[in-house]
């Protein structure tokens, strides 16, 4: 089991950043594939990035070059590192776990979710 708790989302102008935080609870942190979605308004929920126990990372084509995902654990925190906002960026920003070794990257992997925060970037 694990809780996740976002944190670091606002409102941007286009070309800025912001870093976004997920806080999880439990002493098994280090053992979870961590991810980050999306879903803006009126689509799907979206991949961003995903970080694996073991530290790789992948991203979302889109964002490769201007967002960074990164771990803590010793924190039990993922980040998301996010450079150069596009108005296209603007979403709700949901952090999600998983043990499941999947490269599907869909929400259906991922077992436990946070609550979301909004990143809203202006042009």
């Known amino acids: 089991q694990v809780q996740l708790v976002e944190s670091g989302g606002g409102l941007v102008q286009a070309g800025g950043s912001l870093r976004l935080s997920c806080a999880a609870s439990?002493?098994?942190?280090?053992?979870?594939?961590m991810g980050w979605f999306r879903q803006a308004p009126g689509k799907e929920r979206e991949f961003v990035a995903n970080?694996?126990?073991?530290?790789?990372?992948y991203y979302l084509d889109s964002v490769k070059g201007r967002f960074t995902i990164s771990r803590d654990n010793a924190k039990n925190t993922v980040y998301l590192q996010m450079n150069s906002l596009k108005p296209e960026d603007t979403a709700v920003y949901y952090c999600?776990?998983?043990?499941?070794?999947?490269?599907?990257?869909?929400?259906?992997?991922?077992?436990?979710w946070g609550q979301g925060t909004q990143v809203t970037v202006s042009s």
């Open positions: 999600a776990a998983t043990r499941y070794y999947s490269r599907n990257y869909v929400p259906a992997d991922y077992g436990y």
């Open positions: 439990g002493r098994t942190f280090a053992s979870f594939h």
């Open positions: 970080v694996w126990a073991g530290g790789d990372t």
